[in-house]
């Protein structure tokens, strides 16, 4: 082929490969997700990439309308990538819910694409990693969920971060209390502004945008201003604010619930944070909210988000599904983590290396790799004779911890020379029977 | 929401869900190929669902180029959904091989696209499952493809299967000492029909097509029509077939080291089956090719399939890219499996549930699950203080195992109640210390 004639190999703006270095962390903290959800109950279902457009279309907002990657199949059918995993939850649930029946708790992992503004550093497709129990207002759910979020981080490998708590239906309460229940959109919206605006100006906004008297706007930011490191007392100065109203109670006691049950199931009593400032999500969600931030790096934002909603479904059945679930934000979390210097830097998932020593003995490698494998020792084994040196830059290069080298010698005198690739050094080792004496000697190198 | 505003909940035509009980195998599936691949140093990689359409179209033939989802992005950009892993594994491989260095070992488990004729069952949607190694001809590469289709339908749990092994230079080989050499094509296309319209036929339109005499096409016939229960028998008379041509006897030496290097790996002598009659494949690969096949299910095809090529990404870039590898089928494999009775039927990834009870005792079932899962026992929850027979209707529908059933009498005395689902027993546990009576008693009862 002429240089004329060839392709420019490149990846679409926004859109990124993942080469072994990168995807070998990703590939492992999926696992450690679908280990964790899988140990509460949570059963893997996927839907397809491609949805009718008219599932998909007006149901996150004109943003995600606008982001939507939508054309005319081969059949002159409208079409759309999926955005999110949430719609295509909602209309699974409706389409099979008869089925599968309820409690439905259920995982997905799996790409979305949205064609965001890429100079904000976003990606045009990412990787979505959810978990919801849908068919029920059980608090036992909602106190599940901020388990599985604790459970999930522990197990990824992180000790400092917290989990933040709080409960669409407190501040339901207060409003109320208020006599402002219909103005709750424009509160939260001047609410959310809170750490970017300061109190005065937010409560200048709840005046000008949803007629509040400045004796409610300061309620309301009594409510967002309640702080400190004990939940119990966040608790108790909640309880006047939401006085006679019953949503506001049961918010309260719900929370109460979902503290009690985390604690009852080993979670450390600061690693929740009842933080009732959260307003985001609260026009989405209807009950208990989650955020979730790495302490050492909250500028990141949360990690793991999400809340109950009282009705999943309602645009595609008229079967009312409560649901509570959240969702690990996985690429930003791998970006956290490589900041944090939690990732080895290798790109081979294996850690023990065999040169090709000797062109004639293909057979014995061969056979060597296989005893290793079957002692569950992954191996890689150089597929060309080439001279040693250039062999073991490759191993160095690629990470590997550990080179067994062997030519016809040591073959015929059942040995196996021993590198590691971390100090250099180098020694001897018999191969016993089946190979037992070098597996030991792997292993123990290995720790 | 109204009747009328409703959106019929449904999947696109030739797409299709998987609920718990098709994905939980599937993952399965996914889980075992992954580990086997990373056991001989494959890396993972990924690349995105999306590529420039010059990047893709052109790429499959006429038929590739038909299926393909095509259309404009927000940017007027022409993209496509990719339809193998193969296209995108070459643009990669052009565009990071400076950087990864060589040989590259990737694997790549991802869905692609295909707006296929969904009436021959095809599904418009699939996960593909590949594993190549790319830089290298060394024959050892070759030896551990084979070894590693071995190694993954054994860890998958197949007993009776069997890989195909040809190699496309024994052909050109025969056909160089019948002076054939540049009619390759109309003859692999002739000899592609073998089993469907006899040897009489293909001998006749080789002689049409290819305008080779009688003699030749009879030659050509009798390449194809070896066979044998010993794969050393059929080399000894592939030989003379091609006597004089060294390709021909350059594919024979490599068939006879990738036999040898199988069998020192552990590979049955008979589940590799040289098969100098497979032409399909043969118009794409260089080399070696695979096909494997289930012996109880002969008709499905083969399961996994793949070969050796001289130049992956011609395409892309100037430098030449010789590599070797496979691909699992993973559907195709999945009906399988349904079909000969391997998957056991279950929508529950985990095989302990435990009723909730005792409204008032949230906080001891959460503990009682949370000292299960410490020791490594999945467990569900119910998460409604339904009735008891309610709950235990739903874990028998969801396939668990066992019931872990405690009220408040159990938990004063510090007894659980293990209910057997298979048999319907109960008997009374003691807790003990960490629930450690309790968790030897699951283990025992689970196996």
Known sequence: MSKEQRITPRTLKGFRDYLPEAMIPRER???????????????????????????????????????LYKFQDHGKRWVGLRFDLTVPLARFAAQHIGELGTPLKRYHIAPVWRGENTQRGRYREFMQCDFDTIGTRGVAADAEIAIVIHDLFRSIGFEDFTIHLNNRMVLTGLLERLDLAGRSVPILRALDKLAKIGPEKVAAEMMAAAATTREQADEVLRLAALDGSDNGQILKQLKPLVEGSETGNEGIARLADILSAAHAAGVPDDRIKLDVAIARGLDYYTGTVYETFLDKLPGIGSVCSGGRYDNLAGLYTSQELPGVGASLGLDRLLAAMEELGMHEKTSTPVDVFIPFFDKGRLDDYVALGAALRRAGIGVEIYPDAKKLGQQLKY????????ALIAGSNEFESGTVQLKDLSDGSRRDVELGENAEGLIAAVRKTLG
Chains 1, 2 share one sequence.
Do not use: C, H, M
């Open 395 to 402: 191993a160095d290069r690629r990470g590997f911890r550990l």
């Open 29 to 67: 903290l999926i696992e450690t997700a679908r280990r964790v959800y899988r140990g509460y109950g949570f059963s893997p279902i996927d839907t397809p990439a491609l949805e009718y457009l008219e599932i998909l279309a007006g149901k996150g907002g004109d943003e995600s309308d606008k982001q």
